[in-house]
Structures are given as structure tokens and as C-alpha cells.
């Protein structure tokens, strides 16, 4: 394949001489003249294990070219890629200034060579920015590129390693022809391929990054409050780590409701307690309980904006296939909705069931006997309703909101839609 790489710093340096080494051939572009003569004398323009040998190796076989000439290097290519930097603003925001720079240089020189070619954005960007690169093709080479996203997962030091074998491939892209040429390019490699819609495929590079950082934020807090204790903080996360069946997996990555119940709030009010006697600071922790406060006030302020007031609630217990509820985020929910004068109906078969046969009776009775008395035996009960708040998806349940008339928010973010109410689903990323 014949492929052009604009930016080459890390991302674009690596890339090059990869590609370049299984067999495509390779022109690589930069505006820094003096990294595009490093890189034509077969040396790396950065420190990365392997990558001058890879490099040298490339130029040798004549596979892989330099230059500051961006329509040199689009004259030739069927796909190019774009890694320029994005920055930080002070702010936080992406400082797009390099990556919409080239993306008009990408797109004049196409126009003024009448090229197609089919462009993906390596670098890390958000769905906005993306979007409006592509208001830049449209706008300078209209009908001339195909724009897709491909992030890069590749780590400094490890670099070739990484990029010959990632975790997996993220193919953003809205077009079969595009799919089908980044998943040629990409077949050697052993890695899953997922294809995206673009918008999606950005975010995974944002999720997993700051999944990422949360990690070592996480791993340093716990250690902090070990240390003084005289815990062995390493033993704690070597063991920790070893469970792959609830600490690292799947488990709780799933976009949904508030967390709840007997154990996480209070055990992490525990660990910030423990950090208060330390004089210890531990802003990842105290940010968990602020964080799940947000959810129940984002499905608060989201009834609100309905502007129904006869609200069914279904599920009030702290998670499916419970009774319990204790610091339940929907318990929570009711009474926010209560204070603020909302009718209120709720079902939720096991919290009946449990004060039936008495087993969470005395906690029914005593804490929350106001909620009890709003509770409805079935869920046709809340045929009334004007909106439903779906919290648990009991049997049953989805065939009635089939049929409901109410609107419906899904806490769950299961259902995406219903048949006659507003669409809604928590959690969805705004950007
Ligand atoms: N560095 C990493 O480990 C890494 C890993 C994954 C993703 N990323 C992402 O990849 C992107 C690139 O990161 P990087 O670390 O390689 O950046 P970098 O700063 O090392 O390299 C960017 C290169 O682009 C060049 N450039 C800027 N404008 C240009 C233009 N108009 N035409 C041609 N070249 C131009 C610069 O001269 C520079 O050499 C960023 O979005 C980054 O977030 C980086």
C-alpha cells in the first residue's frame, strides 16, 4: 500500500518505519525540516528501542522517504495518515491549531492535484474536533477525502512493540470501502479490529487514557493511606490485581445508575475517614462519592426537564435481584423527587416480596415507610404514569413499556428508545 504520514514525532516517527517494514511504502512528512533530514540518513528523529535500525532498514530497502512537501508525499499515497501533535490549552482544551493546519494542507494539495484519498486522524482528538476537519475537507477538497479515525495506543519506550502488537484496533469509519482498506492494512496483526463509528473510536483513546491515569491515581492513594499504617501497599495491589473476576475485568465498567448498597459508600467513606486522621489528601477518592452524586442529580435535573410530574418509578433497590436498600441511589432519587413535590409511584417486585415475608421489614418500616406506601403490586399499575424511570429491568418489564404510553428514561442506558416517549438514555457522552 502506498501510505503518507503527516507529523513525524512519536506517533508518526514509529508508524513510518513499522509500515514501512511490512512491506508498504511509506512517504513521511513533516514541517521540520531537520527531522526529515534525520530521518532520510536512516536515524531515528526521536529515542525509541529499535526504532533507528527499523528506520535504517526502511530507507535502505527504499520503503520509506521523508520530506516538508506535503503534496510530494499525497501525489503517490492512496492513505494518509495524520499524527501532528494536540496539545493541551491552558484551559484543557485540545489546541487543535497543528492538526487543522495540516488538515488544509491535506486538502489544498488534493485539490490542486485533483487526488482522492481516504485520510485518518491517528492523532487524539475529541468528536468535535474531528468534526470539524472534516468541515475543513468539505470546505477545500470537496468530495476528495474520506476522513476516518484510527487512534494510536502505542506507549513511549515500548513503541514498536506496541504498535506491532495492540491491545486491539479501532477502526473509526462510516464507509465499507475505508473499513475494508484499513482492516487490509492492519491484517498481519493478531489484535481484535473494532470497527466505529469515528466519534466512538475517539473516545476509546479518551476512556482508556484516563482510565489509565485513574489507575495510577488509584494504585498512589491506596498507597498513601498504607504507608503511614505500615501496610505494605505493594503486596495490597500485587494481590489486588490478581483478581480478574471482579478487579480488573469487566465488572462495574459498565455506563449505568449511581452505585449503591451496603458496602461501596461506606467503605470508601471509611478509606477517606482513614485518610483525615493521616492529614492525607485523597481527591480520586472523595471525587468517587461526588461523582455518583452527579448521577442521581443528572436523572434528577433530566425529569425535571420533562416537565411531567406523575412519575413511575420501577426498581427502588440498590441493584437487580436484591432487596436491599440500603443507600440505594434510587431510594435517593424518590425522595429528591418527593421534596420537590413530584407524584410518585414505584414498583419493584423484591422490595414488596421482602416485606411480605418479613425479611426486610424492620428496615422497610422504619426508614422508609413513606416510600413503601407509594409502591404498586405490578408494573401495569403505572399505567397512569406520564413518565417512567426504569431502574431495574424486572421480567415483564420491557414488554410493558412496549406498549406504555409514557415517556421513559432508561437509568440503565439499556433501551435507547421507546415507542411513544421521548428518547432518552443516561449517560450519554455530550461532547
Ligand atoms: N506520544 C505518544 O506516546 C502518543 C501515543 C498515542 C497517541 N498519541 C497522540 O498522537 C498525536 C501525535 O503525538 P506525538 O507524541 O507523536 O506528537 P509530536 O509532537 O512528537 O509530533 C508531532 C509532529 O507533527 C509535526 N507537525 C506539526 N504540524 C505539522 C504539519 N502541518 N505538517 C506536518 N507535520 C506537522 C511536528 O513538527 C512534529 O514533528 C497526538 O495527538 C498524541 O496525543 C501520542
Not at 526529515?36 to 540518513?41: D, K, L, M, S, T
Not at 487524539?124 to 474531528?130: E, G, T
Given at each position: 500500500m502506498k501510505i503518507s504520514i503527516v507529523g513525524l514525532g512519536y506517533v508518526g516517527a514509529v508508524s513510518s518505519a513499522c509500515l514501512a517494514s511490512a512491506g508498504h511504502r511509506v512517504w513521511g512528512v513533516d514541517i521540520n525540516p531537520e527531522k526529515?533530514?534525520?530521518?532520510?540518513?536512516g536515524a531515528s528523529p526521536i529515542v525509541e528501542s529499535g526504532l533507528a535500525e527499523k528506520i535504517a532498514q526502511a530507507r535502505s530497502a527504499g520503503r520509506l522517504q521523508a520530506t516538508v512537501d506535503i503534496a510530494e508525499a499525497l501525489r503517490e499515497s492512496e492513505l494518509c495518515f495524520v499524527a501532528v501533535a494536540t496539545p493541551s490549552r491552558p484551559n484543557g482544551e485540545i489546541d487543535p491549531a497543528h492538526l487543522f493546519r495540516a488538515c488544509k494542507q491535506i486538502g489544498t494539495a488534493l485539490a490542486t492535484l485533483r487526488r482522492k484519498q481516504i485520510v485518518v486522524i491517528r492523532s487524539?482528538?475529541?468528536?468535535?474536533?474531528?468534526d470539524e476537519c472534516r468541515r475543513i475537507f468539505a470546505s477545500?477538497?470537496?468530495?476528495?477525502v474520506e476522513l476516518c479515525a484510527n487512534p494510536e495506543f502505542l506507549r513511549e519506550g515500548t513503541a514498536i512493540l506496541d504498535f506491532e502488537e495492540p491491545p486491539f484496533t479501532i477502526l473509526g469509519t462510516d464507509t465499507a470501502a475505508?473499513?475494508?482498506m484499513l482492516r487490509s492494512l492492519y491484517a498481519d496483526q493478531t489484535a481484535p479490529i473494532f470497527v466505529l463509528k469515528p466519534r466512538e473510536a475517539l473516545m476509546v483513546k479518551y476512556a482508556s487514557n484516563a482510565f489509565h491515569a485513574m489507575k495510577v491515581a488509584f494504585a498512589n492513594e491506596i498507597a498513601a493511606v498504607c504507608q503511614p499504617a505500615g501496610v505494605d501497599a505493594d503486596a495490597v495491589m500485587n494481590i489486588f490485581c490478581s483478581d480478574t473476576k471482579l478487579n480488573i475485568s469487566r465488572r462495574y465498567l459498565k455506563p449505568g445508575f449511581a452505585f449503591g448498597g451496603s458496602c461501596l459508600p461506606k467503605d470508601v467513606r471509611a478509606i477517606l475517614y482513614a485518610g483525615k486522621t493521616m492529614d492525607l489528601q485523597l481527591p480520586l477518592m472523595a471525587g468517587i462519592l461526588s461523582s455518583n452524586e452527579e448521577v442521581i442529580e443528572r436523572a434528577f435535573q433530566k425529569v425535571r426537564a420533562t416537565g411531567k410530574r406523575r412519575i413511575g418509578m420501577i426498581g427502588l433497590s440498590f441493584k437487580s435481584n436484591t432487596d436491599d436498600l440500603r443507600e440505594s441511589p434510587f431510594v435517593e432519587l424518590a425522595e429528591r423527587l418527593l421534596g420537590k413535590g413530584y407524584e410518585l409511584s414505584i414498583y419493584d417486585p423484591?422490595?414488596?416480596a421482602a416485606r411480605l415475608t418479613g425479611a426486610n421489614k424492620e428496615y422497610i418500616d422504619a426508614v422508609i415507610p413513606h416510600l413503601f406506601r407509594l409502591m404498586v403490586p405490578s408494573v401495569e399499575?403505572?399505567?397512569n404514569c406520564e413518565l417512567l424511570l426504569v431502574g431495574h429491568h424486572f421480567d415483564g418489564v420491557d414488554a410493558v413499556l412496549e406498549t406504555n404510553r409514557a415517556s421513559v428514561i432508561d437509568l440503565t442506558a439499556r433501551r435507547a428508545a421507546t415507542s411513544a416517549g421521548v428518547v432518552e438514555q443516561e449517560l450519554v457522552l455530550e461532547i
Open positions: 526529515v533530514r534525520i530521518i532520510n540518513e487524539s482528538v475529541l468528536p468535535s474536533i474531528f477545500n477538497a470537496p468530495g476528495l475505508a473499513e475494508d423484591n422490595v414488596i399499575e403505572l399505567a
